[in-house]
């Protein structure tokens, strides 16, 4: 199985940039997502890494170290609307997906 | 509207009774998943099915049970509800079990046992 670990919660301030750092460990690697979730909400898809190295998409980009057992996110530019849970997930060799218990991202004016 | 629906949205039971909570997707995704969610414990995989006519275990499989009779349906069954089961369900789908594409998840279906 896997195990994932992630902050509970993160505080930032508008226009900041803040860095979400999950560490896994997993029987077999298949791909690291990150999901973004509002409070009483469905996750949204964020992100997707299987190789080593960043992916940008507009302010967030995430980044992935197989070796290291390494991800985090970075959201750029923050704005009141970021304000959510980010969620880390793990794929394995048989496709099943495991979450991270989230991080809580809170956005100051 | 193209997605994946989910019912009940919300469902009170009592302890001891059979619950199926219904899923069902519209996209011919070929990979769909049951989670719940529990403050402080994110999503926990409950079961999954990589394809129609096939399911397998997640994390959290005791007391729950699923078929996939076909590609667009995949109900979760509670045989005997107990409180400890009191929880946000999540549906979710993916074109394929080992693609790169998003899961697409359902509203979710918030479950109280008493």
């Known amino acids: 199985g896997q195990n994932i670990d992630q902050p509970t919660e993160m505080t930032a301030t508008e226009g900041a940039i803040v860095q979400i750092n999950c560490t896994y460990q997993?029987?077999?690697?298949?791909?690291l997502f990150w999901y973004q979730q509002h409070a009483g909400e469905a996750p949204t898809f964020l992100s997707y890494?299987?190789?080593?190295g960043l992916e940008e998409k507009g302010r967030f980009s995430s980044f992935l170290s197989r070796s290291k057992g390494y991800s985090y996110l970075l959201l750029k530019e923050l704005q009141m609307k970021d304000s959510a849970s980010y969620l880390c997930?793990?794929?394995?060799?048989?496709?099943?997906?495991?979450f991270g218990a989230g991080t809580t991202v809170t956005v100051r004016a | 509207i193209a997605g994946i629906t989910q019912a009940p949205t919300s469902q009170i039971l009592a302890a001891g009774r059979r619950m199926t909570l219904r899923c069902t997707q519209d996209?011919?995704?070929?990979?769909m998943y049951w989670y719940r969610q529990d403050l402080g414990l994110g999503l926990r995989l409950i079961h999954y099915?990589?394809?129609?006519?096939?399911?397998g275990k997640g994390e959290v499989p005791d007391g729950y049970s699923v078929s996939r009779a076909n590609t667009d349906d995949f109900p979760l069954t509670l045989a005997s509800a107990v409180p400890s089961q009191t929880s946000v369900y999540f549906c979710?789908?993916?074109?394929?079990?080992?693609?790169?594409?998003?899961?697409?998840f359902g509203e979710g279906s918030r479950l109280t046992v008493l």
């Open positions: 997930a793990v794929r394995d060799e048989n496709y099943k997906l495991s």
């Open positions: 099915s990589n394809t129609a006519g096939t399911t």
């Open positions: 890494n299987v190789l080593d």
């Open positions: 997993t029987s077999g690697f298949n791909g």
């Open positions: 979710a789908s993916n074109p394929t079990a080992g693609g790169s594409g998003e899961l697409f």
């Open positions: 996209m011919r995704h070929n990979a």
